[in-house]
């Protein structure tokens, strides 16, 4: 299975309208930006300021829960079966929702680690007490200098662990998931297998949806599924052993996955 942004936004975690209101109208009101996603590229003048937007946009889109349930329905789909996840989703949905996470290859990286920004190693460390440290701190959209984080290696400053150019740390859990990837793939390469790709868009097409296009292709026995709001669509060389379901992916997991099991 892929998964992409779409998939976290059916489940709340949306960058702009309401949620960006209620968590950062202070940053609305001084820099301008109107939603996360552009707050993220802000040019901010001091790193007490960079790291108080961080901070607690790392604190809301990676500590805090979904506002909808939409994972927990995926996860009661897959029940039983032999499955793996390959997301660009750097939120940590698939874990808290209580996946496998030997099933996962979060290939872009993870909100809730950190990396130098050299990087003088390839290496990363867990965030979570600083950032929570940082959001509870922060002063007039600043947090202390103290709290700043810096390399245990070097000293020099940290960044989150997100790939967005050639100093992306891919480290030793990356590398293991990567190649428990490889060998589910090695292992499914013929029979019946379901390529379903949730929410997945053309940002980065590479890394999920042309090779789940090329692999049902080389399979005859493989059908393709796409759901997608506004974009769910197929090449015509595997269109017949396609399923494109333009829509919420909430609503159709919700319906597939029907109501949860009455417990005693």
């Not at 998964?3 to 975690?13: D, I, K, N, P, V």
């Not at 707050?39 to 901070?55: H, I, L, V």
């Not at 042309?210 to 759901?227: G, H, L």
């Amino acid at each position: 299975m892929g998964a992409g942004a779409g998939l976290s936004a059916s489940a709340g975690f949306t960058y702009d309208g309401e949620r960006f209101r209620r968590y950062f109208s202070d940053f609305a009101q001084r820099y301008g930006f109107r939603d996360m996603y552009t707050g993220g590229f802000y040019p901010f003048a001091s790193p007490e300021a960079y790291w108080a937007y961080w901070s607690r946009f790392i604190y809301v889109n990676r500590y805090q829960d979904p506002p909808r349930p939409v994972y927990d329905w995926l996860l009661r789909l897959l029940e039983g079966r032999d499955y793996f996840v390959l997301t660009t989703n750097v939120d940590h949905c698939f874990q808290k929702a209580g996946f496998d996470k030997r099933r996962l290859f979060y290939t872009q990286g993870d909100y809730g680690l950190f990396q130098c920004t050299g990087p003088c190693c390839q290496e990363t460390w867990d965030n979570e007490a600083q950032v929570r440290a940082m959001a509870a701190a922060q002063r007039d959209l600043l947090v202390p200098a103290e709290l700043i984080p810096r390399c245990p290696r070097c000293g020099r400053p940290l960044a989150v662990n997100l790939r967005a150019d050639d100093r992306f740390v891919e480290d030793a859990g990356w590398h293991a998931a990567a190649g428990r990837y490889a060998e589910f793939l090695r292992r499914h390469r013929r029979g019946r297998v379901l390529y379903l790709e949730l929410g997945v868009g053309y940002n980065t097409p590479v890394i999920i949806k042309y090779p789940f296009w090329q692999m049902t292709q080389r399979n005859p026995e493989a059908v393709y599924a796409c759901v997608n709001r506004g974009d769910a669509a197929a090449p015509a060389e595997i269109a017949e052993r396609s399923i494109c379901i333009d829509g919420d992916i909430g609503e159709v997991l919700a319906a597939l996955a029907g109501p949860p099991a009455e417990t005693a």
